[in-house]
């Protein structure tokens, strides 16, 4: 049974570039949450996904957007990257937006 | 003030210490709560959830004070391989499942 999956692993950009990560969730799971995690700090919410729409934000500006496609993988896009945006980007999976969560391995995003 | 504040650490202990983290959190609202663990460039893993009545899962010890919006973790007889970072979590409630991280407390168990 696999669990949350995420590509690509790492990712280097340069500022004012797009990116999109991905993630697919947990078997049976229909509920995908975005991470960012910054060095040093712990993960900070940046939105939820469930029935394909967004359900909860965090408190990230609108160039951070997602979507969840019908067999509930996820994608998540940064528009004109910022220094600020390097960081481990985290998608968790649940089941009917239950917690805990678990986690994926990441995308490490570095930001030039 | 911080919505999860937590021991700045790190904590450098020997093996079979004892020791203990503590956590706050602002919202007294929030209904779950749980301590996650997260090994050097891995993903957060759940360790254990914390209930009001303390809960115990081999050597390691959770409480939860409601009253003073208070979190510990207790790890006795510590292992090499209990290194890492311990992350306090809160959950304010409902159907949504965002999760409030704490900054994390670094442990170091050495030989």
């Known amino acids: 049974d696999a669990g949350v999956t995420q590509s690509p692993t790492h990712l280097i950009k340069t500022r004012g570039q797009q990116v999109t990560l991905r993630c697919s969730p947990k078997s049976g799971h229909d509920t995908v949450s975005w991470y960012q995690q910054a060095l040093g700090q712990g993960p900070q919410f940046i939105f939820q996904y469930y029935e394909e729409e967004e359900r909860q934000r965090g408190n990230f500006p609108d160039r951070f957007s997602g979507h969840q496609f019908p067999n509930y993988s996820s994608e998540l896009n940064v528009n004109a990257l910022l220094l600020g945006d390097s960081a481990l980007y985290l998608c968790a999976s649940s089941f009917g937006g239950e917690i805990p969560e678990y986690f994926g391995p990441g995308t490490r995003l570095t930001v030039l | 003030r911080k919505e999860v504040e937590q021991d700045p650490g790190p904590f450098n202990v020997p093996e079979g210490a004892t020791v203990a983290f503590n956590c706050t959190y602002s919202n007294s609202a929030s209904q779950s709560f749980f301590w996650y663990r997260q090994d050097c460039r891995k993903e957060p893993k759940l360790l254990m959830s914390?209930?009001?009545s303390g809960n115990e899962d081999g050597r390691f010890t959770a409480q939860l004070n409601r009253a003073s919006q208070y979190i510990s973790l207790l790890i006795r007889d510590s292992k090499l391989s209990d290194s890492a970072t311990y992350l306090c979590v809160v959950n304010i409630g409902g159907s949504q499942g965002n999760l409030i991280f704490g900054k994390g407390t670094k442990l170091s168990v050495k030989p």
């Open positions: 914390v209930y009001s």
